[in-house]
């Protein structure tokens, strides 16, 4: 319930590790503070885009983010389209960062609000055709 998730939330402020701070910013999402929780996660994101981070973003953070807004998506109908052009952005992010298990993207559950985008649709084509061994070799 989100009166739960408010708890564990108020647990959670004094983690200040990036991984925390991205969970954080879940806890929110699924409390129902959508707006919230998107600037969180909007902040977390600037400030690993910024050339101080100490500690720069690998594939898991950027995947991570590009869940959270997946699934910010299904609960912000106002802001639905904004949220998944996002997710497909963060996802390409994961991507080239080094995002070892690609066939994961197509089992994920946080992905749904994705699947029946054209933007998801062509991401997971490219990544198909990516995979594919060369026909033309030998």
């Known amino acids: 319930?989100?009166?739960?998730?408010?708890?564990?939330?108020?647990?959670?402020?004094t983690d200040v590790s990036q991984d925390s701070l991205i969970k954080r910013a879940s806890v929110l999402l699924k409390a129902g503070k959508v707006d919230e929780s998107a600037d969180q996660m909007k902040n977390l994101i600037t400030i690993a885009e910024s050339k101080s981070q100490?500690?720069?973003?690998?594939?898991?953070?950027?995947?991570?983010?590009a869940c959270f807004f997946s699934l910010a998506s299904s609960k912000a109908p106002d802001r639905k389209q904004e949220y998944l052009s996002r997710s497909i952005e963060l996802l390409n992010r994961a991507i080239k960062a080094g995002l070892p298990d690609?066939?994961?993207?197509d089992r994920d559950p946080d992905f749904d609000p994705l699947r029946e985008t054209p933007e998801f649709k062509k991401l997971l084509e490219d990544l198909r055709g990516k995979s594919k061994p060369d026909q033309d070799e030998p």
């Open 1 to 13: 319930t989100p009166a739960d998730w408010e708890e564990v939330y108020k647990i959670m402020r």
């Open 102 to 105: 690609l066939e994961a993207i």
């Open 54 to 65: 100490t500690q720069p973003w690998g594939f898991v953070e950027w995947y991570n983010a």
